[in-house]
Nanobody, 129 residues
Framework: QVQLVESGGGSVQSGGSLRLSCATS????????IGWLRQAPGKEREAVSC????????YYTDFVKGRFTISRDKAKSMVYLHMNNLKAEDTAVYYC??????????????????????WGQGTQVTVSS
């Protein structure tokens, strides 16, 4: 059974930092990519960052490059999102997700929210200016 459980969200002031954690279980070894995505009020869900399982390559969308870092601890089945220099526009519910379909990952892209098919329940991040 696939499970993704996020934690670490909260409220911070602009310029602050948070570390999100995602506890994963299930067929992690067969997953093509593990990603962090977010959804702000009134907006569509969007990808933030991901790790491709096979080669450990990491990807970031432009609006978080240089501020966010994705990492993982394979032994603990944990994935993290280190967020620095947070901005008000980073306010959103953040989700950890699996992208299991290799074709989707290679043809749609690993930073496309629609390519992800297993999701956690999300954790709220609120940044006040």
């Amino acid at each position: 059974q696939v499970q993704l459980v996020e934690s670490g969200g909260g409220s911070v002031q602009s310029g602050g930092s948070l570390r999100l954690s995602c506890a994963t279980s299930g067929f992690t070894a067969d997953v093509y990519a593990i990603g962090w995505l977010r959804q702000a009020p009134g907006k569509e869900r969007e990808a933030v960052s991901c790790i491709v399982n096979s080669d450990d390559n990491r990807y970031y969308t432009d609006f978080v490059k240089g501020r966010f870092t994705i990492s993982r601890d394979k032994a603990k089945s944990m994935v993290y999102l280190h967020m620095n220099n947070l901005k008000a526009e980073d306010t959103a519910v953040y989700y950890c997700a699996f992208l299991t379909d290799r074709w989707k990952g290679e043809h749609l892209g690993v930073l496309v929210a629609g390519a992800y098919d297993y999701w956690g329940q999300g954790t709220q991040v609120t940044v006040s200016s």
